[in-house]
């Protein structure tokens, strides 16, 4: 079992940086793949970033290529979204979820726990 428990989240205007955590507590940190998805009112949940175990594995959602960078710190058991050019359209709450693997999957269905998720606002 792992516990989840994202944190950073906040109101920021447009163009603004935030830097989200999400610290794992449970069994070992380092044997899980991690991902960052989103959810906005109204909308699915949507895949925003994944690292492998290691961290030499990063992949990215489009929207957020060039802005977002997701690293984890395994000694801390903690995982990170640096978000920075944030954009209104970023506004979701943000969830952190862990999969018992080395290679991060793709859909959130392939995750095994969730944190509670933290609320992102980005003002126009």
């Known amino acids: 079992q792992v516990q989840l428990v994202e944190s950073g989240g906040g109101l920021v205007q447009a163009g603004g940086s935030l830097r989200l955590s999400c610290a794992a507590s449970?069994?070992?940190?380092?044997?899980?793949?991690m991902g960052w998805f989103r959810q906005a009112p109204g909308k699915e949940r949507e895949f925003v970033a994944r690292?492998?175990?290691?961290?030499?594995?990063?992949v990215y959602a489009d929207s957020v290529k060039g802005r977002f960078t997701i690293s984890r710190d395994n000694a801390k058991n903690t995982v990170y979204l640096q978000m920075n050019s944030l954009k209104p359209e970023d506004t979701a709450v943000y969830y952190c979820?862990?999969?018992?693997?080395?290679?991060?999957?793709?859909?959130?269905?392939?995750?095994?726990?969730w944190g509670q998720g933290t609320q992102v606002t980005v003002s126009s």
């Open positions: 979820a862990a999969n018992v693997g080395t290679i991060p999957p793709a859909e959130a269905y392939e995750y095994d726990y």
């Open positions: 690292i492998s175990w290691s961290g030499a594995i990063t």
């Open positions: 449970g069994r070992t940190f380092s044997h899980y793949a």
